[in-house]
């Protein structure tokens, strides 16, 4: 392991990785080998930041905590991989340029990775499926279905391994084969939450990961969601809220994703669903862009279609219609039969031509015959 | 009755309303009663503009259909108001400004009104809530639901009268009382759709009014729902499109209501209805703005509300917690317990403040106590 690479683990196991005062005293250090010394030796670094008193009395025993993390990443099969390895994925270096929120920024000191994947290679396209945890059944759905979509179109998802819309993500990129890489708020030897220890097994074992920042061993305490999902928005081109209320997690996120000029994309709901309000909310103010199926998604974030999602509906049946035909139709009444003469003065047209216009449309169940006369009595698409 | 209103309705009786020669040879002549005048001789107005030979035809028989028109419209009480007279909604006067869609354009010639109450007056305050003939149990609840929220803010509800959510916007109007317009593709005399008699009778018979500038007699023609959209749009603030398939009319009223410059809302649905596919397009293309509810709808519209309707819901307890108790919930873990001083050590606390804080998360139910340690058990909203 390269040295500033093993200083930084070192570093991960004496900080609260993710505190917003680790790039401060970093930058001011120079050097992660230089600013554990310096909390070993309780020197400052730099002229006015002080080092906390708990990450001084840390590094104390930082030999202890060295072992024990050693071990259990041993045991859990956990690497250790930082900024300058190969395998590193350098969009999360945006990190270092972003404003704090709650607290939290900054590049991971590292990641420990479960899965013998390359973090770097599987970030090199990716989507960040995130959302509430008491997702609705519509919500789940959607999820899996987004996820499967942008995993064929070769995206690794990624989410943070929660109940409810987490979860149906990972397994909807499982169902294609697509690899998905769950990002913890604790360790990453540990099955968190207890329930999806099988849906993690199988996210390894099907080319995908399970990554943390925090050490092997470490809580998810409440403040490491929130700058979990920092990691999140960063590894991904672009984050899709699927179902999230008034104050849900899965906004910060997008909050993340938004402050890194990532792409930021909400999927809406009934506006009944409680579960919807959130996304709602931030397409209105902006924070996302309204996605109604993966084909916006695509279209969002780039993928080169071989077909218009925005073309008509392929049973959009009154723009294929010729130009003459389209001007009997206008000329024809849902109130009231008319005669062919009728049509052919309304419309401009002859008789001849308002004859085999209304014969066209007849015969594509748009307009009736009634003792010789006609009426409108199919659905026309734009009246 | 003025002279020029009186010819703006029999100019109405030869050209077809809304369309976009009329304005440019009113234009041209400067007044009704010159138009009038030439198409009855057959001289032309202005240097290049040809008058169609089917209204020239028709001022041949001028009389005959003002001898039809004003019978009819006596029999179903309609009275004819046009650009001058005080009912007057001079709000659709903006419609000479804008350049033509699918063929229409203009300041209707006047519009028959039937119903006591003025154009005017019920245009000072007005939204358009439009959608899909064949609309959903959600979409039909929800623009009755809006409707009766808006109109009960002092709004009047104008909409087509079709069925699916222009007939659920009408009821929900009158479902509190407040009054609502139906513009119709036919004469106002008509009852049409057939199926709406009665609605349209209590329309009438609730303050609102049924109006259209065509002709009493008139038939519902194809091009005639367009071009009446355009007097729906321009006769409100704003145009709430709830459901609307890809290629569905009400998307046309909300173009026309976006050419107006005046306000255009979309009420989104699941992406799993083709019914509110036309709607999420609508936002994607910065065509409507999403509304969730109809506080959005009264914001859009700058009704001074008594409070924020943002404001987190009343059940987010985090934010109305302390920040010493904030400080402590997020030093707590899900997946392991934590004793007293582990929180205060975590979280800055001294003992008894974390104490203090644990018991009143305690007593939120945000927190469980297992043989006197910590862990975290209720729904965090933010994490």
Redesign the interface.
Known sequence: MRRESRARLELSLLVEPGDVRVRSLLLAAGSAQTLVGALRAGTPVGDSLPLPE?WRHAAQHLDARLGRATERAAEARLRWVAPGDSAWPVQLDDLDQVEPLQGSTGTPLGLWVRGDASPSVLAQRALAVVGA??ATA?GSA?ASEHAADLGDAGFTIVSGAAYGIDASAHRGALAVGAPTVAVLA?GAD?D??RGHASLLDRIVGTGGLVVSEQAPGA?????R??SRNRVIAALAEGTLVVEA?????SL?TLHWADRLGRITMG??????S?Q??GV??A??DGKA?????SR?VMVELGVRLTDDP?A??PD?A??RLPLMVRRA????????T?SVEDVA??AGLTTDEALAAVTVLHGRGLVSCLDGRWL?TG?????
Chains 1, 2 share one sequence.
């Open positions: 708990a945890r008491t519509y959607q604790c540990a968190y939450p809580e998810p305490l409440r403040s969601f929130l209320a008034r104050r849900s997690g910060n999927l809406p709901g009934p506006v009944t409680a919807s309000d709602h909310q397409v209105r862009v309204l996605v109604g199926s916006h925005d008509p509906d959009s009154y723009d139709l206008d000329a024809l009444s849902w109130g009231a008319a003065g309304r409108l659905r026309a698409d734009s009246a």
